[in-house]
């Protein structure tokens, strides 16, 4: 019996098949929490960022890991986020994040020939 190994089409996350049936977790719905002050006639799931987490904190930092990914690593370069973070259609039980990151220096060394 061979054990396989897959990435969810939905969430992305890896699973191996004795692990059982995989469950995608929650989608949540973020949006910077001074944008939402500014517009509060908005639908605010209209241009909320969808994430998958386990909770809050877990879609924070999903987030934030994309956010950064652009190459700029504005988080991790100090550059906090306020985010409210609601799971779609629940808005009414929002919460507020502070969302930062710190850069973790990486030093290797090679033997030279």
């Known amino acids: 019996m061979s054990t396989s190994y ?7 996350v890896g699973h191996f098949d004795f692990e059982g049936p995989h469950v995608c977790p929650p989608e ?7 944008e939402l002050a500014k517009h509060p006639d908005r639908d605010p799931g209209e241009d909320a ?3 998958r987490g386990d909770d809050p904190e877990s879609a924070a930092k999903k987030w ?11 988080i991790v370069g100090g550059d906090s986020q306020e985010m409210t973070i609601w799971k779609p259609g629940e808005f ?3 919460t507020r994040w502070l969302v930062r990151g710190e850069g973790v220096p ?5 033997v030279m020939p």
């Not at 949540?28 to 001074?34: G, K």
């Not at 934030?64 to 504005?74: F, I, R, S, T």
């Not at 990486?106 to 090679?110: H, I, K, L, P, T």
């Open 6 to 12: 897959r990435r969810c089409p939905t969430c992305d």
């Open 28 to 34: 949540w719905c973020l949006y910077w929490t001074s």
């Open 49 to 51: 960022f969808r994430v």
């Open 64 to 74: 934030a890991e994309e956010y950064d990914q652009d190459g700029d690593y504005h």
């Open 92 to 94: 009414d039980e929002a």
């Open 106 to 110: 990486s030093y290797w060394a090679e």
